[in-house]
T-cell receptor, first 115, second 116 residues
Framework: AQKITQTQPGMFVQEKEAVTLDCTYDTSDQSYGLFWYKQPSSGEMIFLIYQGSYDEQNATEGRYSLNFQKARKSANLVISASQLGDSAMYFCAMRGSIGGFKTIFGAGTRLFVKA | ETGVTQTPRHLVMGMTNKKSLKCEQHLGHNAMYWYKQSAKKPLELMFVYSLEERVENNSVPSRFSPECPNSSHLFLHLHTLQPEDSALYLC???????????????FGPGTRLTVL
């Protein structure tokens, strides 16, 4: 069975500092994709970054980067230079190659950015 | 309009009411999804449509009835709901008509449903 674990229910970070949000996953699929989403209090899930299991380079998108360690089955999100607008829930998600259209999501981490 | 839109944004209904949630995507995508997000629970996939055909039905009670008349529109018809059905219902769309590990889902703002 596939599983996503986010062990940090809440995180605080000072504005302008970097923060790492943890995500570990469990799958028997050889090929899979990992996603991070941001959900502000308004409710919309905003796609941030994608990493494929066979991608050799860690993904980066602006201030977001993904620290992908395949052997450890971890896909941590790093946000650099935190901004007040980064305060939100963050979800790690995975789609496997044999799960059809199913994407499983973690429980999320709530990030608070302090001024 | 761009992206994925959902109406209404908020809905309060009694257990005997019938209502519908609407989702529209303006991205030219081929797959559409309904998710349920309850407090303190991970996002739960309810239904998936690809090219207007239902391809996933995740053991959802029959009081939830989806409809996909075309690739841009998705509905969720609700009847005789229970208070535990109160949640945020999110619609999403993605490009591919066949499953792909790279297929990114784009979400709407959600409908906050309260069942009294």
């Amino acid at each position: 069975a596939q599983k996503i674990t986010q062990t940090q229910p809440g995180m605080f970070v000072q504005e302008k500092e970097a923060v790492t949000l943890d995500c570990t996953y469990d799958t028997s699929d050889q090929s899979y994709g990992l996603f991070w989403y941001k959900q502000p209090s308004s409710g919309e899930m905003i796609f941030l970054i994608y990493q494929g299991s066979y991608d050799e380079q860690n993904a980066t998108e602006g201030r977001y980067s993904l620290n992908f360690q395949k052997a450890r089955k971890s896909a941590n999100l790093v946000i650099s230079a935190s901004q007040l607008g980064d305060s939100a829930m963050y979800f790690c998600a995975m789609r496997g190659s044999i799960g059809g259209f199913k994407t499983i999501f973690g429980a999320g981490t709530r990030l608070f950015v302090k001024a | 309009e761009t992206g994925v839109t959902q109406t209404p944004r908020h809905l309060v209904m009694g257990m005997t009411n019938k209502k519908s949630l609407k989702c529209e995507q303006h991205l030219g995508h081929n797959a559409m999804y309904w998710y349920k997000q309850s407090a303190k629970k991970p996002l739960e996939l309810m239904f998936v449509y690809s090219l207007e055909e239902r391809v996933e039905n995740n053991s959802v009670p029959s009081r939830f009835s989806p409809e996909c008349p075309n690739s841009s529109h998705l509905f969720l018809h609700l009847h005789t709901l229970q208070p535990e059905d109160s949640a945020l219902y999110l619609c999403a769309s993605s490009q591919e008509s066949s499953p792909s590990i790279r297929d990114t889902q784009y979400f709407g703002p959600g409908t906050r449903l309260t069942v009294l």
